[in-house]
């Protein structure tokens, strides 16, 4: 089978670190940032500050003329319509409920995508591989990244139920500190599978350069 050409096959050394750097940026960093504001000063400085995080990145991003992160223009744009929200009902409840509503559509927008040509992960993995046209078409990655929307599909729908149960029964401070334990704890399970199935593909395609 003919190979087909990259003009650099990346390392899985170097996806993952390009993987783990994009969620720092667009998960990690403005988790902790609310976290620690919302324990020493407000919830109205928190949500400020993380959604401050969110623009300057993306706005470091054009500014150098880098490739924007599709990871953080969704937490971005999440951040705004949840901060729109706690600050027009002057609560917290309806900020922490939101994502659960989000969340579900969120969910089921990615399985919707799993009917067209493109699912929702095939649209973000240029974030994490330089997908060209001609990799993308690959029978093998095609069905990797149907089954990795349904993957993530599966674990958004299950984040939601998560926050929403943590929400109806434990305190704010609680709360969010669960919340961000829990959620860590799924999501990395969920990029160490995707990891582990994208390297089987690639390898076997030959798309990640030799160890």
């Not at 990346?10 to 609310?34: D, Q, T, Y």
């Not at 400020?48 to 880098?66: D, E, H, N, S």
């Not at 969704?74 to 600050?87: C, D, F, N």
């Not at 900020?95 to 699912?119: C, E, H, K, N, W």
Request: glycine share 6%; hydrophobic share 60%; net charge positive.
């Amino acid at each position: 089978m003919a190979q087909v050409h990259l003009p650099q096959r990346p390392s899985l050394k170097r996806i993952i670190g390009h993987l783990s750097l994009n969620l720092v940026n667009a998960v990690i960093v403005p988790a902790i940032l609310f976290y620690v504001c919302l324990m020493t000063l407000n919830v109205s400085v928190a949500l400020a500050v993380a959604l401050a995080w969110c623009y300057g990145g993306i706005a470091w991003r054009a500014i150098t003329k880098r490739r924007t992160s599709g990871l953080l223009v969704l937490t971005g744009v999440a951040m705004t319509v949840r901060t729109a929200v706690a600050y027009g009902t002057g609560g917290t409840f309806f900020y922490f409920l939101q994502p659960v509503l989000s969340d579900t559509i969120l969910a089921g927008v990615f399985f919707l995508s799993l009917l067209t040509a493109r699912p929702v992960v095939a649209r973000l993995a240029g974030d994490f591989y330089p997908m060209s046209a001609e990799v993308a078409k690959l029978p093998r990655i095609k069905t990797l990244l149907w089954r990795l929307t349904a993957l993530w599909a599966t674990v958004i729908l299950a984040k939601a139920a998560v926050v929403f149960w943590l929400l109806q029964s434990q305190s704010l401070g609680t709360f969010v500190l669960l919340k961000s334990v829990s959620l860590a704890a799924m999501t990395a399970l969920a990029v160490t599978a995707t990891v582990w199935a994208a390297a089987r593909v690639a390898r076997s395609e030959g798309l990640l350069q030799a160890a």
